[in-house]
């Protein structure tokens, strides 16, 4: 009886850090205010005054984005940081712009799923699944299709087709942060060292140090 209680225990506590995402609001909404003076802290956010909320706390305009630079492509994020008005409400949204042959380079979402849907062109798309396996499951999509990148997981998005592309992904979480591999692994502030990566990566010093050297350019 005593070993069932423990491992009920156990699973209840599991149970509990896998639901720890951006919990369900609360209230009808909680827009994030800056001031913490007159603030309650919640989520990551202060909440302003629900009587204060103006449709502003609740609006932003996404423009086309400017590819035109080394990646061919551009993604501008619509998080709590931009709608304040998303506070605890779980949700977020990016615009992707890709040049002919852009890419929206291999990176994860720590902190939220991804589905993605091409308003125009053609991507050729794809995630990593974790160790040991490292599958790699990818799709053409074109106009009108969707796909799903699972939290977590290395994904890509690359423009196949011979015109511009565009793409919307919505994410699970109101800041479902980015962290971009090539950019963190050779581009990290201090470096990490040469003996981590030539050993993790099996090749010789010259060429982490000429990584390293590299201006990783950040299309978020």
């Avoid at 599991?14 to 951006?22: K, N």
């Avoid at 205010?33 to 009587?51: E, H, L, R, S």
């Avoid at 409400?89 to 929206?104: E, H, K, M, V």
Wanted: hydrophobic fraction near 40%; aromatic fraction near 10%; include cysteine.
């Amino acid at each position: 009886m005593k070993s069932s209680y423990l491992f009920l225990t156990a699973f209840l506590a599991l149970a509990s850090c896998a639901l720890a995402f951006d919990p369900s609001p609360l209230q009808d909404f909680c827009v994030a205010i800056n001031d913490t003076k007159n603030g309650v802290f919640v989520n990551g956010k202060f909440c302003k005054d629900p009587k204060l909320a103006t449709a502003n706390d609740f609006f932003f305009s996404v423009k086309e984005g400017n590819t035109s630079n080394s990646l061919g492509s551009k993604v501008t994020p619509v998080t709590v940081n931009e709608i304040l008005g998303l506070n605890t409400l779980g949700i977020s949204l990016a615009r992707i712009d890709f040049a002919p042959r852009g890419l929206n380079p291999p990176h994860t979402h720590p902190r939220g799923t991804e589905i993605l849907i091409v308003l125009e062109g053609t991507l050729y798309v794809g995630f990593v699944t974790s160790n040991p396996q490292n599958r790699l499951i990818t799709k053409v999509l074109n106009k009108g299709d969707v796909f799903v990148f699972p939290i977590g997981l290395i994904h890509f998005q690359l423009n196949v087709g011979y015109g511009n592309a565009v793409a919307i992904g919505g994410l699970s979480s109101q800041n479902p942060g980015v962290i971009t591999i090539a950019n963190a692994v050779f581009g990290s502030n201090p470096e990490i060292s040469s003996e981590v990566l030539t050993k993790a990566f099996q090749v010789d010093n010259k060429i982490v140090d000429n990584l390293q050297k590299q201006f990783w350019f950040d299309n978020n």
